[in-house]
């Protein structure tokens, strides 16, 4: 479970929190991120003066994305650090980068998968390719051109043979 307990840690001033996410948790649903594996998160959670707490740590996982051009799935591994600050909810409009999260006066835990998930889709790059020179699918008849060549690209290469063929024999 990724729970901080306010209790212990306002006790303990530092708290250790490890734990995993599945990937079909319903937390994801509508976030667009897909993962090929449970993510684990490691989270150090330590209180602030101020009555900020702060979690740092990092998540692991597998993030599955369509390749750009021929849209087959692509996994990229990946360790993505993160701090999160909790600020009293009642100061969170004083917040000045307006990236905290609230911190309830009355919680006893703070749930960290939320905005774990909220950081990672922060992070995750935009697109990807399966490979650095993937050639993608056929516009006209849809193949996949990493697995075969399809007749209208073979046409192509042909007639522009034929066309080197007639200069060379000029
Ligand atoms: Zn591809
Ligand atoms: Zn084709």
Redesign the pocket.
Known sequence: MLRVDLVRLEREGVLRVEGAIDPDDPLFEESGLRFASPLHARIEATIAGSGEVVMRGSVQGSLVQE?R??L?DVSSPFDTELTLVFIPADELGEDPAGDAYPLEATAMELDLRGPIREELVLAVPSYA???ED?K?LCSRCGTNL?EKNCQCCGEDADSRWDVLRALGSE
């Open positions: 390749c051009r021929c087959a390719f399966c490979k993937c993608g990493n």
